[in-house]
Nanobody, 122 residues
Framework: HLAESGGGSVQAGGSLRLSCATSGYTYTSNCMGWFRQAPGKEREGVASIDTDGWIVYGDSVKGRFTISQDNEKNTLLLLMNSLGPGDTAMYYC??????????????????WGQGTPVTVSS
């Protein structure tokens, strides 16, 4: 079970922090990732982190977004800085069976949350 929170509306240049509450089993045993889907567009990978802490970012968010884990709370985090209108989308937390993440593609992830919306105004 995955549950995202922290989405909202922000002006360009602002920041948001998304959280994904997970079950302990999912969090410690699997690759975890963040994806987003804008209206009329395909779902795209934002960031992933495997059980060894190896991180991959999508090209459009490199240098602006940071994925991390709060191990005490079994929570996956996404800090988003320097947001722009192009970041407007529904953001999803996902888990992939197995400890390694591989390619940052939604087709390889098995478990999904319901999403949290992010709107960035110019």
């Amino acid at each position: 079970h995955l549950a995202e929170s922290g989405g909202g509306s922000v002006q360009a240049g602002g920041s948001l922090r998304l959280s994904c509450a997970t079950s302990g089993y999912t969090y410690t045993s699997n690759c975890m990732g963040w994806f987003r889907q804008a209206p009329g567009k395909e779902r795209e990978g934002v960031a992933s982190i495997d059980t060894d802490g190896w991180i991959v970012y999508g090209d459009s968010v490199k240098g602006r977004f940071t994925i991390s884990q709060d191990n005490e709370k079994n929570t996956l985090l996404l800090l988003m800085n320097s947001l722009g209108p192009g970041d407007t989308a529904m953001y999803y937390c996902a888990a992939r069976e197995g400890s390694l993440c591989g390619v940052l593609s939604p087709k390889f992830f098995d478990l999904w949350g319901q999403g949290t919306p992010v709107t960035v105004s110019s």
